[in-house]
């Protein structure tokens, strides 16, 4: 870190911010966050039911082709 800090003339504290929020924005982009973001609890069972039925899927599969508002 402190070589590509040094070339880049950055800190080190910048190399590792930067590395952070790269690794969050492609974590955010994965299937399993995108659909379990909103998820607040979930047994170890269904996350990894969920999880499973995820990993099959294709990004065709999670392209949403329309929604609908629905009111509970």
């Known amino acids: 870190m402190k070589q590509v800090a040094s070339v ?3 800190t080190v504290t910048d190399v590792i911010r930067e590395a952070v929020r790269e690794y969050v924005k492609k974590k955010k982009k994965a299937p399993f966050y995108r659909l379990t973001a909103n998820v607040q609890e ?4 269904e996350n990894s039911e969920m999880l499973d039925e995820i990993e099959s899927l294709s990004d065709d599969d999670l392209t949403i ?6 009111s509970v």
């Open 65 to 70: 082709s329309s929604s609908e508002r629905v």
């Open 42 to 45: 979930a047994s170890a069972e």
């Open 8 to 10: 880049f003339n950055m």
